[in-house]
């Protein structure tokens, strides 16, 4: 399924193969209802057939027809196609929010009895999901520390059914050795999904590595501008098709409204992305030699401890830097406060630059000592850069870390 020796419109008809091109137009007939510019909103939740003989043409004669909003819409038919194509795969299917696609994902690939292991520096609602509601229907999870790559082949039992991680990882950037994950699973004939969410199709191509299923949370840098969820399952046509049947009676689908901004939102996706990942190796350098900072991490650094598997795997290293202020968690706050520009909210990869701080937020209700044992410490702070200069973004920090100061 590799992209690398191919054109993207050797793969399906496009009308050029750069990412922008891409981006901008696949996925779309060149005239549209009413020669509009736009992919038109189809804001229905069913489907009209002119006569019987129209649903039987449909039914038995496999004729192209829409049926019912649950199985599908023709303005997300062109955001999932385009999807597809931008990201190398043979198939996509949309989801309501990256949740829904990873939950119905794992729900589609398991049975009672199977066993799957994820690493443990994973998003905290997916680690739920496999650590306790699972369990429930007698599927086994193990939870591996993230890097720990004996222990994760040590978990391999005949019944795994695969591999889970993330990566990049949040909040600390770290990054799964791809390679070795391919080989792994070859040995052991095992399936293997990435939540690709923080690398971006732009950045990563996690199918050059042979990984079966790619998910991302498309409310972070696909759709780009914090204003929808949504989420995105890629693979092999046989295997998407196995979660697509599942998705129909889950339900977790994305509408009408939802799919156009999906598709307005991809269209400056690799302008974004170039910005993005500029931005933030920037604000990682001015950072990393503030003397009120304490440590950075940020893949683009070669202070990184996994900064020579990302130059090997990714292309560019994405707009999330976090960061441990010198201090304690008054000064995180007070260093907080102080922003002018940077909003305090959870979320990344959209326009807006957001900081956030892990502690006090994702993981609120954990002791401070659980905390801690996550690496989740009081000074740790998550900033995920907009698409604003990156000189204010920078002076917005330099002004906020001065206040602390005093
Ligand atoms: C945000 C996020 C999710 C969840 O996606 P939603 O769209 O919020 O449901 C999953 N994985 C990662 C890595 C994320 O950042």
């Excluded at 038109?40 to 004669?61: L, N, W």
């Amino acid at each position: 399924m590799s992209n690398k020796n191919k054109t993207m419109s050797d793969i399906r008809n496009t009308p050029g193969k750069g990412i922008s091109t891409i981006s901008v137009h696949a996925g779309e007939e060149r005239f549209r209802y009413a020669d509009s510019i736009t992919t038109p909103i189809v804001q229905t939740s069913t489907y009209a057939f002119k006569d019987c003989a129209h649903i039987e043409g449909y039914t038995q004669r496999g004729h192209a027809h829409f049926e019912y909003g649950r199985y599908g819409n023709p303005t997300e038919k062109v955001a999932q196609d385009r999807m597809a194509i931008m990201c190398g795969a043979e198939d996509c299917v949309l989801f309501a929010s990256g949740m829904s696609a990873i939950t119905t994902t794992i729900l589609a690939l398991v049975r009672s009895q199977d066993h799957i292991i994820i690493t443990d520096d994973a998003y905290k609602k997916t680690l739920e999901f496999c650590s306790s509601y699972l369990q429930r229907f007698g599927i086994d999870c193990t939870i591996v520390p993230f890097g720990d790559y004996d222990g994760l082949e040590a978990a391999i039992r005949p019944n795994t059914r695969f591999i889970f991680s993330e990566s990049p990882t949040n909040p600390y950037l770290n990054i799964f050795d791809l390679e070795w994950l391919q080989d792994v699973a070859k040995r052991h004939n095992l399936m293997t999904l990435i939540d690709a969410t923080f690398s971006t199709p732009y950045n990563q191509c996690p199918f050059d590595y042979g990984v079966d299923i790619v998910v991302h949370s498309a409310t972070k840098y696909l759709a780009g501008h914090n204003d929808i969820l949504a989420g995105v399952v890629l693979g092999r046509s046989e295997l998407v098709e196995e979660i697509r049947a599942l998705h129909k009676a889950i339900g977790g689908v994305i509408d009408p409204h939802c799919s156009y901004l999906l598709l307005r939102g991809m269209k400056t996706f690799a302008l974004r992305m170039e910005r993005q990942n500029k931005t933030a190796m920037q604000v990682a350098r001015f950072l990393e030699e503030h003397e009120q900072i304490n440590r950075v991490y940020y893949p683009g650094l070669e202070s990184h401890p996994h900064h020579d598997i990302a130059k090997s795997q990714m292309s560019g290293f994405g707009g999330v830097v976090s960061f441990d202020i010198k201090g304690t968690l008054e000064t995180a706050k007070r260093f907080l406060d102080a922003l002018k520009l940077c909003y305090i909210a959870p979320s990344l990869g959209g326009v807006e630059t957001l900081i956030t701080h892990p502690g006090l937020v994702s993981y609120y209700g954990l002791t401070r000592e659980e905390r801690y044992e996550l690496g989740i410490t009081d000074t740790l702070i998550r900033l995920a850069v907009g698409i604003e200069e990156p000189e204010d973004i920078i002076a917005d920090l330099k002004q906020a870390l001065a206040i602390t100061a005093k």
